[in-house]
């Protein structure tokens, strides 16, 4: 859990190589489709990369609770779990994050009404979909698999069929037109605006004390062995893998010693697959992302320097240090269009919850059963 571009999203993909997981977001922003404005969402290279979950699942007229996030989010947790892999929550919105952990009380749900409307008013409209595009998204869902049967899988185990998907996407395409065209033109954000914004905000756009490395992993647990072992059978071999891993650390350590260079031994060597083809870079990490184990060892480094043998519970490593940064604010020029974004993101949504609530006014809307 932390804010905006505090690096989540690469330690979760870092995470999601070495550890054979998948991703649940715990972000009130992300949910939504296209409003990727200002909120860092993960582009769709870094969600092919690693199986996501709980992005892009809402339009901007639809409401969200608490209670949808909590039972959405502990079918993802028991779905991944039961697949042998690791679900690990990512993002920033601690109401989320405490309900999972603490439980709910009884929060109203959304209301499909809201979403139904839109759509028929597209329809109204003779708004065109593009079937192109809906196979478009379809094929963007199934990449994160490495089967459809896989993919099928994981749709049944939440009661949805390929046809309920389609129809589904056709519905959320018609409606997000429509809303594309009631606010589109209608927006407008200053430069003062967002000045502003980032004057009255500034505590949120801090950044900690943080660092830049490349490491060698020898995994305790490999990757492909993850994803080909039964857990059980890695509890079992638990003490033997680490035995061959340490070993495997310190004949990396002796040919650094040798003066092997670091970055193609990385290359070589690395169990960690997210930085080997990088020569281990782990680019930006904020101090207390990674096990505290890391970064008491970088701690004792200057740039340039290379640590000793260092274990974690993922495995033994050796870490190169790139740079460290102290604590700082971040720049207005570096935050100035995501910014504008995000103005722009809630002025849409006051536009899309106005526009709606017009259309429940004119509607004829009968409701048989609760």
């Not at 969600?47 to 339009?59: F, G, K, S, T, Y």
């Not at 046809?163 to 927006?187: F, P, T």
């Not at 017009?358 to 409701?367: N, P, V």
Request: with cysteine; glycine share 4%; proline share 4%.
């Amino acid at each position: 859990m932390g804010p905006t571009a505090s690096g989540k999203t690469g330690l979760a993909l870092a995470l999601g190589e070495q550890l054979d997981c998948e991703i649940i977001s715990v972000d009130s922003a992300l949910i939504y489709r296209q409003m990727d404005i200002g909120t860092a969402k993960p582009c769709h290279q870094e969600r092919a990369q690693i199986p996501h979950w709980l992005i892009d699942i809402i339009d901007p007229t639809e409401t969200y609770s608490v209670a949808e996030f909590y039972h959405q989010a502990l079918d993802c947790i028991n779905d991944i779990i039961s697949r042998n892999r690791v679900p690990v929550l990512v993002g920033g919105t601690m109401m989320y994050f405490n309900a999972l952990i603490n439980g709910i009380s009884v929060i109203p749900e959304t209301d499909p009404t809201i979403r139904e409307l839109v759509h028929q008013q597209g329809k109204k409209n003779n708004l065109e979909i593009d079937s192109g595009l809906i196979e478009k998204e379809m094929k963007a869902l199934r990449k994160p698999y490495d089967s459809d049967e896989e993919f099928e899988k994981a749709l049944d185990a939440r009661n949805i069929t390929i046809d309920d998907l389609k129809k589904s996407m056709k519905v959320d395409i018609n409606a997000r037109k429509l809303l594309n065209e009631e606010i589109k033109g209608k927006i407008t954000i200053s430069d003062v605006d967002v000045k502003k914004y980032y004057e009255e905000n500034k505590h949120k756009f801090h950044r900690p004390e943080s660092y830049r490395a490349c490491h060698i992993l020898a995994a305790i647990f490999p990757s492909d062995m993850l994803r080909s072992t039964p857990v059980t059978e890695l509890q079992n071999k638990k003490e033997e893998l680490t035995q061959k891993a340490e070993e495997k650390i310190n004949e990396i350590i002796k040919e650094l010693k040798e003066g092997a260079n670091f970055e193609e031994l990385a290359k070589k060597e690395s169990d960690d697959e997210a930085s080997r083809e990088s020569g281990g870079d782990l680019d930006v990490i904020y101090k207390g992302i990674f096990d505290p184990a890391f970064d008491e060892a970088v701690s004792k480094l200057n740039p340039g320097e290379i640590s000793g043998k260092v274990e974690t519970r993922f495995g033994f490593h050796v870490i190169k240090l790139t740079e460290k940064r102290p604590p700082e604010q971040a720049p207005f020029r570096e935050l100035e269009e995501a910014i504008q974004k995000h103005l722009f993101m809630e002025e849409a949504k006051v536009l899309v919850a106005s526009y709606v609530e017009d259309l429940k006014k004119e509607a004829k809307i009968k409701t048989f059963f609760k």
